[in-house]
């Protein structure tokens, strides 16, 4: 039995313009940007989808932290890796609706599900060496100024917990990459599920998009809930780490529109009107 597999039945999961506009960014803005495309394919009349990502250690471990992630938390079933190549299968569902307290609650349960697989535990060293080196760089790129450079440095050390919590994250959680099945929560975007992050680093991702500072609290209760374990202890240092690295990224990215300077000058503000509500 032959399937016609080749590139010319394929079909692109983005749009001809979206890819546009990727191409232009990384020839003219992008210093660093993401190289990756998405194929829907179909082998007897069923949908899969193809993941063609930058290399082939970049899907090795993709591939291993999903060998690696509980069957509470649902992925895409993964068929085959080849090389820098993932074929998964093609899920179907409603989109997440972060307005949603059912959906919200979903998600809260799948982050439990995450952080309560095996962690470990370490000194912040390593994040701290990252985030000086991070404001540096922005100060160094014009993006902040040295008063607010030794603000967020002094919030750093103030918010800087004896220990930080690592394990498995889903480092991108925006609404598109989930769906809803059944009343479950899908993963769609295997490529953003990471070993070894330190936990909490996709709620604080959240945060930049859909989930409000006033909410974020709430939010963290319910996943430790959910998950019987702590987080308050490391989400206001993991949460600025998070953010000064994710404003380096969008400058290197050529994202210029996407960095928001008020998501690093309200953690300081925090500073000054008192103690973070995490």
Not at 91 to 120: I, N, Q
Not at 211 to 238: H, I, N, Y
Request: charged letters at 25%.
């Amino acid at each position: 039995m032959k399937f016609p597999l080749g590139s010319l039945f394929q079909k692109n999961a983005h749009s001809i313009p979206r890819r546009a506009y990727f191409a232009g960014l990384r020839r003219v803005a992008g210093v660093f940007s993401k190289r990756q495309s998405v194929h829907f394919v179909t082998i007897h009349g069923k949908r899969y989808k193809r993941v063609v990502l930058g290399d082939s250690f970049e899907a090795l471990q993709v591939e291993q932290a999903l060998r690696r992630a509980p069957a509470e938390a649902r992925f895409p079933t993964l068929i085959h890796r080849h090389e820098n190549e993932l074929l998964l299968d093609f899920v179907e569902g409603r989109p997440f609706d972060p307005a949603k307290t059912g959906d919200r609650d979903a998600l809260a349960g799948f982050f439990a599900t995450l952080y309560a697989t095996s962690s470990r535990s370490t000194a912040p060293d390593t994040l701290s060496r990252a985030l000086a080196t991070d404001l540096e760089f922005l100060e160094d790129a014009g993006l902040i100024d040295a008063a607010l450079r030794q603000a967020l440095a002094r919030h750093g050390e103030t918010t800087k917990p004896a220990e930080i919590r690592y394990g498995l994250d889903y480092v991108d959680p925006v609404a598109k990459n989930f769906v809803m099945s059944d009343d479950r929560i899908f993963a769609i975007d295997v490529e953003s599920l990471r070993q070894d992050a330190a936990l909490g680093t996709g709620i604080a991702k959240a945060a930049v998009h859909w989930l409000a500072d006033e909410d974020l609290p709430g939010f963290v209760e319910r996943v430790e809930s959910a998950g019987e374990l702590t987080l308050k202890g490391q989400m206001p240092f993991v949460e600025l780490c998070f953010r000064v690295g994710w404003t380096k990224r969008k400058l290197l990215q050529g994202k210029h529109g996407s960095i928001r300077i008020e998501l690093l000058r309200e953690l300081v503000e925090q500073d000054d009107s008192g103690p973070s509500p995490q």
